[in-house]
């Protein structure tokens, strides 16, 4: 496993996280009750570049699982946020 990296997300624009990942855990770090949606594509595959499949980030820990290598994208609403991204 990799350190731990925060990742400043800028506020109403998708910021990639994590690439090429089958596992780790993205973490709310600042501020704690940012709100943020998610998405994913399989890596290789173009960034998202609307909110159309979107889900709530509603919990402290988001856990990466997939069976494939993908990209993981975040979207803060209105205000900027930073996590920590554990790989």
Known sequence: MAD???????????TKVATGVKTGQIHKFKPIDAYI??????????APTDLSDAIDFDCKSLP???SAAIDVY?????AAADVRVDL
């Open 4 to 14: 731990p990296l925060i990742v400043n997300c800028p506020a109403d624009t998708w």
């Open 37 to 46: 949606v998610r998405t994913y594509r399989d890596t290789g595959n173009p």
């Open 64 to 66: 990466i699982s997939s």
């Open 74 to 78: 975040l979207y803060p609403k209105n």
